[in-house]
């Protein structure tokens, strides 16, 4: 007995250990980056008030077991510049303190690429990362880790009461033409991330701050529903819209901000290769909606074309390189190109500009008598135009008595419009960066053609001169769209941009840089709430720009502690570990994890048992 009670003393000073880590026990000074979750999922609650709350409180406690002379990261979404070094505890809970819920959102993968960084320039043995986070399906890219090895991971994930979220996830318009007086249709997709269907959920529609088209919607559990909003305008301009739900807890996501401009009049410039074609003076100069110009091929203003929304190329039999330069550039900035040949055409002028923009080009001339047979009923310029009519073979379509025919390019973007009954085009769209292109495969001229006599003539190019207005993006992303382009104006003087938002109080000056007349507006992660943001020069507002929160953070969906081990094992994360953060003590757990379960204590227990047992058997054999 008394044998075994000095072999229980010794192996006690030993301070053996059962290893519950995979990584080995280090003494020496520590480097712990801990990554606290806080984005807007995180306002969810759990069972000790907000997960974001939890997570703090947790990540204190770590702080707190280990040593004072360890070293500390702190890391949230917002990467800031201070979060991105190593500093001692008490400055670390010092910081934890300040942290807030912030609408930047970042994946697994990317969060433990900055913390091996930071950690790596410290040289420590053995480093330690923790990542304590709902973690959402969205952003726990497991699979994409490349952490080192020698680098511990713990994963601490916190769960929700209730994992449900209504939210409206974008906004489109069903026709890109807005008119004043006119019915415009927004379509609205709405989704219901719960296990539950909602009843007549009221939809708010808000246009410059006045309330349009209230309306309700019942979404089924775990569905999506396409509402449709109706309204009219009467005043051209830039237009701040607003949709909104009221859905609790989560509500980052119950308001949707879009802007989109009506334009007062639109700039179109005939560019004629010999007299003003009579027809399109009709269409276009004796509306007020349009500003429309003629001009000779020879005495082009090639300045005006960063005004003009549209240009048409009239009968130029050539194309000089200047003026195709000038085109190119007008097109892939985002203007429309009509283009009509002339009646006896240098193809190799044309060609060289239409396939530099990616067109089919011009080739030879066919004198044979053809009919048009198929409108493109499904493209947006004859969208809306046959409504309430049922088209049939029999229909009276222009007849075509000489075209050009087009060389085939298989890369191109064609949409054709009007197609021949020989299955070649008459009059096809061309896609360009920005930019469109119409490309006749007949000048205006009766020789050639009855088109312009016929009643689909005026519908055709009065719909493309109305879809030649360039439109904005109806909203940006924060976190993902840093910049945006504007090429309607050219600063002059003092002047400079500010980029404002007063719900907010938000004024500021962005950096901004000129290539090619456009200006490219950079926002360098300035703006950190959902709104609409007006671009303005000394006073005067000259562009609207929405912005919204990342819909990643919508899907509440995340893994549990289980399916995030099962998550390491299938992707072969063999230094992560995952600590259950609804356990009373989270030192406990990671006093295991990093020595081990101590064994010492048992050693004196034994040690005194046969102390005790040698003291009974002393007695009892006497």
């Known amino acids: 007995m008394r044998i075994l009670a000095i072999c229980a003393l010794v192996f006690a000073f030993a301070q053996p250990y059962i290893p519950v880590s995979k990584s080995a026990i280090v003494e020496s000074e520590r480097a712990v980056s801990v990554y606290v979750d806080n984005s807007f999922s995180m306002e969810a609650v759990g069972k000790n008030g907000t997960l974001l709350e939890q997570a703090k409180n947790k990540a204190a406690e770590i702080a707190k077991a280990y040593k004072p002379s360890d070293k500390f990261q702190l890391l949230t979404n917002d990467f800031e510049a201070r979060h991105q070094r190593l500093m001692n505890r008490e400055e670390f809970l010092q910081q934890l303190d300040e942290v807030k819920v912030s609408p930047a959102s970042r994946n697994v993968s990317e969060i433990l690429s900055r913390q091996q960084e930071t950690i790596n320039s410290a040289h420590a043995k053995k480093p330690v990362a923790f990542i304590l986070s709902d973690f959402q399906k969205t952003m726990a890219d497991v699979d994409k880790i490349k952490a080192d090895t020698a680098l511990s991971i713990r994963f601490v994930p916190f769960e929700s009461q209730k994992a449900a979220n209504v939210f409206i996830d974008s906004c489109w318009f069903s026709s890109p033409v807005h008119k004043v007086n006119e019915t415009i249709h927004l379509l609205a997709r709405i989704k219901n991330l719960s296990d539950e269907s909602v009843e007549n959920m009221p939809v708010k529609l808000l246009i410059n701050g006045t309330q349009k088209s209230p309306g309700s919607v019942t979404i089924p559990a775990n569905g999506t529903v396409i509402d449709t909003l109706s309204f009219t305008l009467t005043e051209t301009g830039w237009q701040d819209g607003e949709i909104s739900v009221a859905d609790h807890p989560i509500t980052f996501d119950d308001n949707y901000f879009f802007s989109f401009e009506i334009a007062a009049q639109l700039n179109i410039l005939c560019i004629n290769g010999g007299n003003e074609n009579v027809y399109l003076n009709a269409l276009y100069g004796k509306d007020s909606a349009f500003v429309y110009r003629n001009s000779s091929e020879k005495q082009i203003d090639y300045s005006s074309f960063n005004t003009d929304q549209l240009i048409i190329l009239n009968e130029l039999n050539s194309i000089s390189s200047g003026l195709a330069q000038e085109l190119i550039k007008y097109v892939r900035k985002g203007g429309s190109l009509i283009v009509f040949p002339g009646q006896d055409i240098n193809a190799s002028s044309y060609n060289d500009m239409l396939q530099s923009l990616g067109c089919n080009g011009y080739g030879s001339l066919q004198t044979s008598s053809i009919k048009v047979s198929k409108i493109n009923l499904d493209d947006d310029v004859y969208k809306e135009v046959f409504t309430g009519f049922k088209l049939n073979e029999n229909l009276d379509l222009p007849v075509v008595s000489k075209h050009y025919a087009f060389t085939k390019n298989t890369k191109t973007t064609e949409q054709p419009l009007l197609t021949l009954e020989n299955k070649e085009s008459f009059l096809s769209k061309y896609s360009v960066d920005k930019g469109k292109v119409y490309v006749s495969a007949v000048p205006l001229n009766k020789e050639f053609s009855n088109f312009v006599q016929h009643a ?92 919204n929160y990342d819909r990643k953070e919508s899907d509440l969906r995340c893994y549990n502690a289980g399916e995030l081990e099962d998550l390491a094992k299938e992707y072969h994360v063999n230094n992560a570990e995952i600590i259950k953060a609804d356990l009373p003590s989270m030192s406990k757990q990671l006093a295991q994890l990093e020595s081990g379960i101590q064994l010492w204590k048992y050693c004196i227990i034994f040690a005194l048992i046969f102390f005790a047992a040698e003291e009974l058997l002393l007695r009892l054999w006497r």
Request: hydrophobic share 40%; net charge negative; proline share 2%.
């Open 456 to 547: 689909i003539f005026v519908p055709t190019f009065f719909k493309i001169a109305l879809l030649s207005v360039t439109n904005n993006r109806l909203s940006y992303t924060i976190g993902k769209d840093e910049s945006f382009d504007y090429d309607k104006m050219q600063l002059t003087g003092d002047n400079v941009f500010h980029l404002v938002n007063k719900d907010l109080s938000f004024d500021v000056i962005p950096e901004h840089r000129m290539m090619n007349n456009v200006y490219s507006i950079f926002i360098h992660n300035q703006i950190k709430g959902a709104g609409n943001y007006h671009l303005t020069t000394d006073g005067k507002i000259l562009a609207t720009y929405s912005f």
